[in-house]
C-alpha cells in the first residue's frame, strides 16, 4: 500500500495558476507503477485528467486540460507534481493523486490508492 499526501490547493483567479503535489510517504517502486490525478467537482463523478508511469515517465492528458497542465515527477523525493496554468472556474473541483500496479487508465476504480484530496476554486 502506498500512502499518498496532495498539497498545494488554494484559490485563485482565472487564467492564474497553481501547483498541487502528491508526495509517496512510504515511497513509491519503478516497475508497472502507475500514478494518476483525478478531479471531482461538486455533484459530478470523479474524472482523471493525467497519468504517468513512474518508471518510464509516459504521460496522458485528459482533453480538458491537455496544454494547460503538466504533470512531473521528482523521484529522489518521491514525489508528483501537477502544474496548473491557464486556470478556468471549471477546473474547480477536489484534486486527488492515485496509484496503482493495476491498469493505467482514467478508470478511477482501477487505482488502488488514493490521497486525502486537496480543493482548487477557480473564480472568475
Known amino acids: 500500500q502506498v500512502q499518498l499526501v496532495e498539497s498545494g490547493g488554494g484559490s485563485v483567479q482565472a487564467v492564474g495558476s497553481l501547483r498541487l503535489s502528491c508526495a509517496a510517504a512510504?515511497?513509491?517502486?519503478?516497475?508497472?507503477?502507475?500514478m494518476g490525478w483525478f478531479r471531482q467537482a461538486p455533484g459530478k463523478e470523479r474524472e482523471g485528467i493525467v497519468r504517468?508511469?513512474?518508471?518510464?515517465?509516459?504521460?496522458y492528458y485528459a482533453d480538458s486540460v491537455k496544454g494547460r497542465f503538466t504533470i512531473s515527477q521528482d523521484n529522489a523525493k518521491n514525489t508528483l507534481y501537477l502544474q496548473m496554468n491557464s486556470l478556468r472556474p471549471e477546473d474547480t473541483a477536489m484534486y486527488y493523486c492515485?496509484?496503482?500496479?493495476?491498469?493505467?487508465?482514467?478508470?478511477?476504480?482501477?487505482?488502488?490508492?488514493w490521497g486525502q484530496g486537496t480543493q482548487v476554486i477557480v473564480s472568475s
Open positions: 504517468i508511469y513512474i518508471d518510464v515517465g509516459s504521460t
Open positions: 512510504s515511497g513509491y517502486p519503478y516497475s508497472n507503477f502507475c
Open positions: 492515485a496509484s496503482t500496479y493495476h491498469y493505467c487508465t482514467f478508470t478511477p476504480s482501477f487505482f488502488t490508492d
